[in-house]
């Protein structure tokens, strides 16, 4: 988007984070798990957003996990410890899986200056991947790649909320495209009924395989010098 500042302004603007870019920059040397990212307020661990969609992370040394939310996506006659009425409820998300030995050299870096998340894995096989969203399209990439001299063998899994009676649960693949879906409460006059998550791996070809009525997975390899 073309800046409306003066050029000096914007050079200014530029020179000032880039002197920030360290402190803009939060650093992790061991994986974090999902109990250490559970929250019921900030997040405690990386995460993403862009206004309708959000993402929180939890790691081991060999893989991610992307776990996603949508603001709109709602349930009603929920109760817990805070009373009852409207709550959020998670979509699902995806686990990226490398299968190699761990290894020492894992990193996890959650850039706010780029809005990127960016994972070495402690694999011996060391896979990168880079994770970034659009503002406006509610799409999210994530990019592998590697330098080691032979393919690298990975498994996607795209998964649903639960499967529960009453928050129902699909999940299928069609053609390049796996999908997963949730659904709301469907009883009562409920305002928001399904939500879903694609998945299409760009670049090389997977194989794909339904595990269940909440999970599909994709496998398929990283090559090296290919992402």
Same mark, same amino acid.
């Given at each position: 988007?073309? $800046? ?7 050079e200014t603007e530029a020179g000032y984070f880039k002197d920030k870019k360290q402190i803009l920059t939060a650093r992790w040397n061991q994986p974090f798990s999902q109990e250490e990212t559970e929250s019921r307020h900030a997040p405690t661990s990386l995460f993403l957003?862009? #206004? ?38 998670? *979509? ?35 896979? =990168?991947? *880079? ?5 406006? =399209? ?6 592998? $790649? ?17 499967? =529960? ?9 069609? #053609?390049?495209?796996?999908? *997963?879906?949730?659904?709301?409460? $469907? ?14 791996? *760009? ?21 090296? $010098?290919?992402?």
């Amino acid at each position: 988007m073309p $800046s409306c500042l003066p050029t000096q302004n914007v050079e200014t603007e530029a020179g000032y984070f880039k002197d920030k870019k360290q402190i803009l920059t939060a650093r992790w040397n061991q994986p974090f798990s999902q109990e250490e990212t559970e929250s019921r307020h900030a997040p405690t661990s990386l995460f993403l957003g862009n #206004g309708d969609v959000g993402i929180i992370t939890y790691t081991t040394s060999d893989g991610q996990t992307l776990r996603i939310g949508k603001v709109d996506f709602i349930t009603d006659n929920w109760e817990d410890w805070t009373g009852n009425g409207p709550a959020a409820l998670p *979509v699902g998300g995806l686990e990226i899986n490398v299968h190699s030995q761990p290894a020492e050299g894992f990193g996890y870096e959650m850039s706010q200056l780029e809005a990127e998340l960016r994972m070495k894995t402690g694999t011996r096989e060391q896979v =990168d991947m *880079v994770t970034w969203m659009t503002m406006d =399209d509610n799409y999210v990439v994530t990019e592998l $790649s590697t330098k080691t001299g032979k393919p690298v063998p990975v498994t996607v899994t795209t998964y649903a909320g639960c499967e =529960d009676t009453c928050y129902a649960t699909t999940a299928d693949f069609c #053609g390049e495209v796996t999908q *997963v879906s949730r659904r709301t409460k $469907s009883e009562g006059n409920v305002r928001w009924i399904n939500c879903a998550i694609s998945t299409r791996i *760009v670049g090389t070809e997977s194989r794909k395989h339904k595990l269940s009525n909440a999970q599909v997975t994709d496998n398929f390899t990283v090559i090296p $010098s290919t992402p």
